[in-house]
């Protein structure tokens, strides 16, 4: 009995060990799309990494004074070029004041267009079966809106996600959460764009950390969205005037016309024309760019959301140069900082 006892006794350790074993995510990989034109070039990389989904950005709907209603804007110009090997789901960008604006009869409508315009334009949407819809809802639009994703539910017969925000995910009884199947939490864009002390408003994580601090889950499956997309930010008298997208540091490097006045943050010294927008002597920018050493502090603060999750992984977005300003294993290891 001594010697049962006695083994009893030695296996509650492995037991134990055994049961707090953290669980590895079921991770897909996936990238978003998020231009107007599908460049080529872009088929390689992804096949490298095994991507296996594509959010694939259709149109932007937004409302329109002249018309009086909402309409589709910035619509993907060659659909026929996207990848029929990946699994595509089309995305839609809605804004706010659409639904500030549109009356409550409205909404059916624009649901019906919504889903016969995606119809039209793609031409595999008989394969499709999710659509994702990404509107930054207020308390004024969000019972309209939740009534949107509804109807859009019930026409196409399709799973239907939703983006969501660290606002919407921390305090969800205050938000609502949307009537849909999954939620895609946009882990970027938290900090303060406008502030010239902004470190990095597109990954600023000692902003980002308290609002993954509620331990109560999401009402939702989440899927992650992880930026790796960079811009340089324009200050003109103190206020933020443009943003210049995927401005390398090296377009900054003539002296005569760029003083580097600290980390990212350089003076306009000669006014010039810089990407096509004009600058003015005493203007400064800010350049917010993504390192891998971000993404390795992102991934440890949403691991406790996602340990044990079968989810998709996205990253933000896909363009050759944001590809191409990271190697292959760094990009490789934020899919596999889950498993």
């Known amino acids: ?67 009086g209603g909402p309409v589709p804007i910035g619509e993907l110009t060659n659909p026929e070029k996207s990848w029929t090997q990946k699994e595509i789901i089309p995305t839609l960008f809605i804004t706010n004041r659409t639904f500030q604006k549109i009356e409550e009869d409205g909404i059916q409508e624009l649901s019906s267009r919504v889903l016969s315009k995606l119809e039209n334009i793609l031409p595999a949407w008989e394969q499709v079966r999710e659509v994702q819809l990404d509107c930054d809802w207020t308390p004024s639009t969000r019972e309209r809106y939740f009534r949107f994703l509804e109807i859009v539910k019930k026409q196409s017969g399709r799973t239907i996600s939703a983006t969501i925000r660290l606002h919407q995910i921390r305090y969800p ?101 810089l990407e096509a927008l004009y600058l003015y002597a005493g203007d400064y920018i800010r350049l917010e760019k993504i390192e891998p050493e971000n993404l390795d502090e992102a991934v440890k603060l949403n691991l406790p959301l996602f340990e044990g999750k079968a989810f998709s992984l996205s990253l933000y977005h896909l363009d050759t140069t944001f590809i191409n300003a990271m190697t292959y294993d760094q990009l490789d290891a934020i899919y596999e900082s889950f498993h």
């Open 1 to 67: 009995m001594a010697a049962v006892r006695q083994l009893c006794i030695c296996l509650i350790p492995l037991f134990l060990a055994h049961c707090t074993t953290k669980q590895e995510a079921e991770v897909t990989r996936a990238f978003y799309h998020w231009k107007s034109t599908i460049e080529p070039g872009l088929s390689a990389p992804m096949d490298k990494l095994g991507i296996e989904k594509v959010y694939l950005r259709v149109f932007d709907v937004d409302w329109n004074e002249t018309f």
């Open 173 to 273: 009884e205050q938000t609502g959460v949307p009537p849909v199947d999954r939620g895609m939490l946009m882990f970027y864009n938290m900090g303060e764009l406008e502030s010239w002390e902004e470190t990095n408003s597109i990954l600023n994580l000692d902003k980002a950390r308290p609002y993954l601090q509620n331990k109560k889950a999401y009402p939702l499956p989440l899927d992650l969205a992880l930026p790796i997309f960079s811009w340089g930010v324009v200050f003109r008298n103190d206020e933020m005037v443009k943003l210049i997208h995927k401005l390398p540091e090296q377009e900054l490097s003539d002296t005569s016309k760029f003083a580097r006045i600290g980390d990212n943050r350089y003076e306009v010294k000669k006014s010039t024309y």
